[in-house]
């Protein structure tokens, strides 16, 4: 393996993000905060990242499958150790709050998930507030992602970089070359921010602070808010309906959307897995709506159920987040709903997490496809998507991610036994297992939408944080590192 070439790489992103704090830090200094916190970290951020490009200088920019592995994860790891020194740096006036907790907080932002460890929100500094928001705006699209638009030196090694990075089961180019791929995807990632953000701003519900964190964090899927109370605290039947639009559309596949820019509207309305997410999000909302209605707000109008249903099954599928509505208050029927929908996720190639439409789909043919091979043994059935026939290969690698995907989340409920005792419930620890590798935010109980995770201890805000990453990276581009033939020449 070339370390220099990864350190190369390495430091030019640290140096990316070091000049990113500038921008939280004039906010700063504007409202005359802190803002030596963020200078500070600039300052150590970006000598950090000067030395590596320096000590690397001479490497050779050659990229295999085991560089672009070891440099997207040691890109997060590091991106995320010193993201957190705004935290740790800063007097935030909240209780208890230690460079664990800025791990947490950070991770959480970067890789979109949204679980917080802040218990009073509304008394942080607002540049901090803004940096929490800016964490999972650069985490949405991807950080390599975003170094391949601006710094495209690694050439066709770049492809590499691009594949362990970006989320879905389809890690097909959009384009020829790697650096239009990112562009386009970054081109369509800014445009849709913009206009979300002046959707919000226009409301005249939201200033021009909360308009762009919130811009941030919809488009991003990550659903950090700016208050406590989260979305439900604005009020607002236009916010609402602004933040369900731009989350659907960030949970759709973006190379849909550049069809969508290029006029092929009938390749995006044919799209097998576009169909099959709207499909699953109308029965889902038909169905928690009418359980809310009749057992958890019976005497409330339908109109005010299926706003409050439509916002959080919109927020929950998409992974973003936000909350308007306690729904650990609602029935166990709609419980078993709004888990399945965490796990299931969005559609691949977007902003959001959990295990992705396209991959149940393939789950649910290959099902099919062994039932018919029961009866028709001699006959020969091949798994297609949009009439297309599926490789075996991605078949395989399919089945193997869902079967990480359960492991981890048994581990998880295991691991959190042992660090928190029996202190929790099994459907809590269930709750935040899939909520953090699924990179969704709320849990059920102790930790669901009106609660954070504060209240758990400093090994189990270390073990969440990894499965928050795991879960971004979707386990094979961070497993593949721990296993020995990775190393071996």
């Known amino acids: 393996m070339r370390l220099l070439s990864v350190a190369q790489v390495v430091g030019r992103l640290l140096i990316v993000l070091a000049f990113i704090f500038l921008v939280p830090a004039w906010l700063a200094y504007s409202l005359a905060e802190d803002y030596m916190a963020f200078l500070e970290a600039f300052l150590m951020t970006f000598s950090l990242g000067l030395f590596l490009k320096i000590y690397s200088n001479k490497a050779e920019m050659h990229f295999t499958h085991k560089e672009a592995f070891a440099t997207v994860f040691l890109s997060w790891i590091l991106l995320t150790i010193f993201g957190s020194f705004p935290y740790a740096l800063m007097e935030l006036g909240v209780d208890n709050f230690r460079f664990p907790d800025a791990i947490f907080e950070t991770i959480s932002g970067f890789t979109t998930t949204g679980s917080s460890v802040i218990r009073h929100i509304e008394s942080m500094p607002k ?3 803004l940096w929490r928001s800016m964490t999972q705006w650069i985490g949405g699209m991807g950080i390599i992602v975003l170094f391949l638009a601006i710094l495209p030196m690694l050439g066709a090694g770049g492809f590499q970089l691009y594949r362990a990075e970006i989320p879905g089961p389809s890690k097909d180019k959009l384009s020829p070359k790697t650096k239009h791929t990112a562009t386009y995807l970054w081109v369509i990632y800014i445009g849709l921010t913009c206009l979300c953000f002046i959707s919000l701003y226009l409301t005249g519900d939201m200033n021009w602070f909360d308009a762009i964190c919130h811009a941030f964090t919809t488009v991003s899927t990550g659903g950090y808010s700016t208050k406590d109370a989260s979305v439900k605290a604005f009020d607002s039947w236009s916010i609402e309906t602004i933040i369900i639009l731009f989350m659907f559309v960030s949970s759709c ?9 290029k006029g092929k509207v009938k390749n995006v309305i044919q799209n097998s897995e576009l169909r099959t997410y709207l499909f699953l999000i109308t029965i889902v909302i038909i169905f928690i709506t009418l359980q809310h209605h009749w057992f958890v707000e019976p005497e409330s109008a339908w109109i005010e159920s299926f706003r409050k249903t439509t916002f959080q099954v919109m927020t929950l599928i998409s992974s973003t987040g936000f909350s308007t509505d306690d729904f650990d208050l609602w029935t166990p029927l709609c419980h078993v709903f709004i888990i399945i929908i965490m796990i299931t996720g969005g559609c ?7 295990l992705k439409i396209f991959r149940f789909m393939v789950m649910i043919k290959m099902t099919m496809k062994e039932v018919k091979k029961m009866i028709h043994p001699r006959a020969i059935y091949n798994v297609k998507a ?25 581990l998880s409920m295991i691991l959190l036994l042992s660090f928190e ?14 909520s953090c590798i699924s990179n969704i935010g709320p849990g059920f109980m102790e930790f669901g939408p009106t609660d954070n995770f504060y209240l758990f201890s400093d090994a189990s805000k270390y073990w969440l944080s990894f499965l928050m990453l795991l879960g971004r990276l979707e386990f094979y581009s961070a497993l593949v590192l721990f296993h020995p033939d990775f190393w071996k020449r």
């Open 127 to 129: 540049s901090l507030l």
């Open 253 to 261: 596949n973006f190379g849909l959307l550049i069809l969508l820019m």
């Open 348 to 354: 691949a190639g977007s902003t959001s997490g959990g």
């Open 386 to 410: 949009d009439k297309t026939d599926l490789k075996d290969d991605l078949i395989l690698i399919i089945l193997g991610f869902v079967v990480l995907y359960a492991s981890f989340v048994f």
């Open 421 to 434: 005792g029996h202190q929790y419930s099994l459907i809590s620890l269930l709750g935040v297992s899939v």
